[in-house]
């Protein structure tokens, strides 16, 4: 049996060429690319014959967090589909657009939802398509997609767990508590603390107009290491306001824990550096900007690699 094909984005491609290596993959697959005058862009996927994907599982690696690569999988996805493949793995390892499940204003567009409906609307020829993704903002997102499409979420939680463990970040669980940076994630909090035999801590935010400040520390951390989690890190201003607070309530050391580096632009990294009660950030490498030169020359920041958990549900797919 052919070994499967592997694309991705550009963005994506280091996250590519790593579930390669894992699978035994000596190189990716090419996409060719290029844009016309008015804009309109165009794709060729890098075969000689369309022979050459026939009857073949594909893997495509893309991680939606701009519009350009949310079309790109949708477009390219489609042609797969269309050249006969056999099966179609879309590797999602940051779903971008997630933050928008639900409206809360009239009129607003739930971008979640209209985007995991294109994916759903590529076609499902052959033994179908699935999506692998990570760490969902919210899980119900697996239950937005439709048809006979496979959708999964995996976890980076065993890997953030062993990275913590190897550098000994719990290491006296009575001094150490995990703590969230707002409302949102308390039942991530919880299974962290679980696990380690820490207690747990809480912020509670109010929000005037476009602005959020902490109203609330909920737990005690005087005197305690407060490990933060949350789910991704983009302005950075909720987890700095949130360790601001903890650090006034006594805590000695906070660290944090973030699945999705999910930057807005390299001076996040700056701010966060310039605050001097954020130790360390550990975080995966889900999202592109996990290997911006911000975050690869800070000091504070260490980044885990998730490929292999995508690597292995792969490896149960593909018989």
């Known amino acids: 049996m052919p070994e499967p094909m592997i694309f991705s984005t550009r963005a994506s491609e280091y996250f590519a060429r790593l579930i390669a290596e894992k699978l035994g993959i000596s190189q990716l697959s090419e996409i060719e690319r ?15 014959d369309r022979s050459e994907l026939m ?28 050249y006969g493949t056999k099966r179609r793995i879309f590797v999602i390892p940051f779903l971008g657009y997630s933050t928008m499940e639900r409206a809360i204003k009239s009129g607003e567009v ?32 697996a239950h937005f997609f439709e048809g006979d499409c ?33 409302m949102g994630r308390t ?38 290491r407060v490990i933060i989690y949350d789910d991704m890190l983009r302005s950075g201003g909720s987890l700095i306001n949130a360790a601001k607070a903890y650090a006034n309530h006594g805590a000695f050391d906070i660290y944090v824990v ?5 930057l807005d632009d390299q001076d996040v990294v700056k701010k966060i550096c310039v605050t001097p009660c954020i130790s360390r950030i550990l975080t995966t490498n889900s999202h592109p900007m996990s290997q911006c030169e911000a975050v690869k020359n800070s000091g504070r920041f260490i980044v885990a690699d998730v490929s292999g958990v995508f690597a292995e549900a792969i490896k149960k797919i593909i018989v």
């Open 187 to 224: 039942l991530w909090v919880q299974s962290f603390a679980e696990h380690f035999g820490t207690s747990m801590a809480l912020v509670r935010k109010v929000r005037h107009g476009e602005t959020t400040r902490v109203a609330e520390v909920i737990g005690d951390v005087k005197g305690k």
């Open 258 to 262: 973030i699945s999705h580096c999910a």
């Open 110 to 141: 739930v971008t979640a939802k209209t985007n995991t409906r294109a994916f759903s609307a590529i076609p499902n020829s052959g033994l179908g398509n699935v999506f692998l993704m990570m760490d969902l903002h919210v899980a119900s997102l």
């Open 150 to 182: 496979q959708p999964f979420e995996l976890y980076a939680n065993e890997v953030l767990i062993e990275t913590m463990e190897k550098r000994g970040w719990c290491g006296d669980s009575s001094r150490t508590v995990f703590a969230s940076a707002d």
């Open 55 to 82: 009857g073949r599982d594909v893997v495509f690696v893309a991680s939606t967090h701009t519009d350009d690569d949310f079309l790109e999988l949708y477009r390219v996805g489609c042609a797969l589909a269309k």
């Open 34 to 48: 290029k844009t016309f005058g008015g804009g309109e862009k165009y794709y060729r996927i890098g075969i000689d």
